[in-house]
């Protein structure tokens, strides 16, 4: 980014600023909220591109899974195995927190900050 373009950047920034100070109250609080649905339709956008993902890696497994057996007849699990199996079965909590839970709480958090941020750097005053 050369420095024309950083500097014309500024500008339009200042710009947008003056024109959301001189907005009503109302259009103020409505674009910010506009601002949050658009992060969040773009982060549900993103997290069902993630489960298209792990759906399609669940069946590619299913397959590989598949075709290990036809090559070769059931085996007995070894020890070994059978302990990862337990830990696996125990872990389902922490995992189920980790990937359907966190990122939701991250989420709101970040929103919540940014919306801080911004109305903050509009001129606001927090109580």
């Known amino acids: 980014m050369t420095e024309q373009e950083i500097m014309e950047f500024i500008e339009a920034n200042r710009d947008a600023k003056k024109v959301f100070i001189n907005m009503p109250v109302d259009e103020q609080t409505k674009t910010l909220y506009d601002m949050v649905l658009f992060l969040r339709s773009q982060q549900a956008s993103g997290q069902k591109e993630h489960v298209d993902f792990k759906d399609d890696i669940k069946y590619l497994k299913r397959e590989l ?16 195995e059978k302990i990862e199996f337990a830990i696996k079965k125990r872990s389902f909590w922490l995992e189920w927190f980790r990937d359907k839970v966190l990122p939701n709480l991250v989420t709101w958090f970040l929103i919540i900050v940014l919306t801080g941020i911004l109305y903050t750097s509009f001129g606001g005053k927090l109580p």
Do not use: H, P, S, V
């Open 65 to 80: 899974r598949g075709i290990g057996r036809r090559a070769a007849d059931e085996k007995t699990l070894t020890t070994t």
